[in-house]
């Protein structure tokens, strides 16, 4: 009985932060709001997040800042003819019953000038501004990777 209960203790432990990382205002669910560590002394930083639309009209994340960067820009990676560019974003839309992903290799939030490193398992605030929706400050989870699992892995034939 007492390792049963363990057992659910633990598995419990590890469901908490994922909780922790859903955020809702208004129409909007941000979800994963994460960034990996930087070596002390990185100018620049990186962070990724979802954002999922459940109203009716449009919405666009227009601003973000955080405490630990003089600014933060949203920017967008494409490859083309086997090379990587980069391209700056003035807003990220989101479409209404849409989910957009701010993730490695495509959208993402440059956290610009870095006061100090980003330290895995101290996570930093990062407020986000919306058109429509208002402003929202979310906890930057840092982590050196982070995977968030959307489906189950369909079995190989």
């Given at each position: ?26 129409t ?19 962070a ?14 227009v ?9 933060v ?55 986000l ?29």
């Amino acid at each position: 009985m007492l390792r049963r209960s363990c057992v659910f203790l633990v598995a419990g432990v590890f469901v908490l932060p994922a909780a922790a990382q859903r955020y809702d205002l208004g129409t909007l669910t941000i979800t994963h709001p994460w960034a990996r560590p930087t070596a002390p002394g990185m100018p620049m930083g990186v962070a990724y997040l979802t954002i999922t639309n459940n109203g009716k009209v449009p919405d666009a994340l227009v601003a973000a800042s955080t405490p630990v960067a003089t600014r933060v820009e949203f920017h967008q990676t494409s490859i083309a003819d086997g090379m990587a560019r980069m391209r700056p974003l003035r807003e990220i839309v989101v479409a209404p019953g849409q989910t957009v992903r701010v993730e490695p290799g495509g959208i993402h939030l440059m956290l610009v000038d870095l006061e100090s490193a980003l330290v895995t398992g101290k996570p930093v605030p990062l407020t986000l501004e919306f058109r429509v929706a208002g402003r929202t400050t979310v906890e930057l989870s840092i982590a050196a990777q982070f995977a968030p699992v959307t489906e189950a892995p369909k079995p190989e034939k």
